[in-house]
């Protein structure tokens, strides 16, 4: 059981060590993104709904709806309910690229470390240049794969965004 536990923290050591401090970034990277992932379904499925519905019970409690200023109000509650929605997608939109340009700079301190080692032996040593590929692979293999794994949320919230606002919007009738 200890052991099970501590699997995952052994493999993301065994990592760093393979990869080198790039591979940290992109964990951190994973971490923030999956913490916005996580904060976004919980937002979806618990704060909208409320939120809505006591934006569309004020909007109902209304007495006119047709004016310039009942339909400036309407849009200032579609609005904020929008903006609420579409917090944290920006960071989101972001860490979904970077994790492969930090793979990229893994790899281009990887193949830099194979040539220092060339360099310092004055030949190609077969060891040394296996460290330092390895070192690129791991850190191209580990950004990739956490950019993989924020695609769909990312375009999951961006479309759930622009759903939920036209669903909003009929919502609140003139």
């Not at 964990?27 to 569309?56: N, T």
């Not at 281009?108 to 040593?125: H, K």
Request: hydrophobic letters at 50%; a positive charge; proline letters at 3%.
């Amino acid at each position: 059981m200890h052991d099970a536990l501590l699997a995952p923290l052994l493999a993301f050591r065994d990592m760093v060590e393979l990869g080198g401090f790039v591979v940290t970034l992109i964990f951190a990277a994973c971490l923030i993104m999956w913490s916005i992932v996580i904060e976004r379904w919980w937002y979806f499925s618990s704060v909208l709904p409320r939120q809505a519905e006591r934006l569309l019970a004020a909007w109902e409690a209304r007495t006119e709806h047709m004016s310039w200023t009942a339909h400036q109000v309407r849009k200032a509650m579609i609005s904020r309910l929008n903006a609420g929605m579409s917090a944290n997608l920006p960071l989101l939109r972001v860490l979904v690229p970077l994790c492969p340009l930090l793979g990229l700079l893994g790899t281009v301190t990887g193949m830099l470390n194979v040539f220092d080692a060339m360099a310092a032996r004055g030949s190609a040593d077969a060891r040394s240049m296996a460290n330092g590929v390895s070192e690129a692979m791991i850190c191209t293999l580990s950004g990739l794969a956490v950019s993989i794994t924020g695609l769909y949320p990312n375009f999951y919230f961006r479309r759930r965004v622009s759903r939920e606002t036209e669903r909003l919007a009929d919502k609140f009738q003139y």
